[in-house]
């Protein structure tokens, strides 16, 4: 297989990390890639760890931005006739890019998705560990945009399909001028890979769990700050608007109906969080008001509230 392939990094206040992805990235069999540390601006030793690697392309934004905004700039430098998404507290398996290209290429992909096994620190697998059942998926499956958004509900215990890490054809993205949205920092892989499908990219999943997502301990109960899910459903505002307008080839009754739900669930998902920062900051009586007034929002935060203490005890 004679592809190049650029690896994008994008890191924020990940100095401890970046050894360690980027040595998985240059560890990848079947191909010699491009790799590109796109740093958002960090503010711990991140410039100076980076002298350490002089054969990765080293991109300082001089703001912070966040991690769309740090991606974007890696994708107009990236040179790779397929660009691949890496997280900087994350690794692949040495095979990983090259399974995905042989999928991409039998499917006549523009974008693949990467099953994953979530990881500790250590690389030990937790919650299960592989995400997506391998023989349930079908790498030859073009996905529709109802089989993206039926995946992407953001209901608890929900596996939402904008996990996957994703590799894109260069040349789709020069053509289309497709590009991460910068006013999100979160679920900014859904949105990239919702619009390409919806204006036609075709798009797969590898069903090989072959990247390794570091999950925090915790991260079940953590908190999301409140104005990245309002940029969130602002987001999703515009792209229902927009597939769901009169006369587009992407209207149906069943992406509406999908559209209508996930916002709701955004919506409850805003309230649970805006509970928990104001219990954080100890504003009691202001958290018992909205969780008196929105009963799904309630249920979501006595199970984030069930799942720390479970945490804090001992053996949990």
Sequence with gaps: ???QTTIMIAAYNAARFLPKSIASARAQTGLTPEIIVADDASKDETPQIMREFPDVRYIQMS???????ARNAAIEAATG????????????????????LGHALAADADIVLGNFTRVDIHGVPV?????????????????????????????????CLGYLKPIFRREYLMETGLRYDPALRNSEDYHIIAAAI?????????????????Q??????AT?????????LAADAEF???VLAPGADTRTERLAQLIEIRRIHLETLMAAEVVMTQLKNRKIMAAGKLCASNARARKLVMTKLSEAVRKRLPGG
């Excluded at 703001?63 to 905004?69: H, M, R």
């Design 240 to 242: 229902a608007a927009k």
């Design 216 to 221: 925090a301990e915790g991260s079940l109960s």
């Design 198 to 214: 919806a204006e036609g990219a075709k798009v797969i999943i590898s069903p090989e769990p072959d990247y390794l997502y570091q």
């Design 224 to 232: 999301v700050p409140p104005k990245y899910i309002e940029a969130l």
């Design 127 to 159: 919650n299960g560990g592989v995400f997506l059942p391998p023989s349930e998926i079908d790498p030859l499956h073009h996905l529709t945009l109802e089989d993206y958004l039926a995946g992407n509900q953001m209901t608890a215990g929900e596996k």
């Design 81 to 100: 006739d397929w660009i691949a998404v890496l997280d900087a507290d994350d690794d692949m398996v040495p095979g990983r890019l090259s399974t995905m």
């Design 1 to 3: 297989m004679n592809l």
């Design 63 to 69: 703001q912070n931005g966040g991690p769309s905004v």
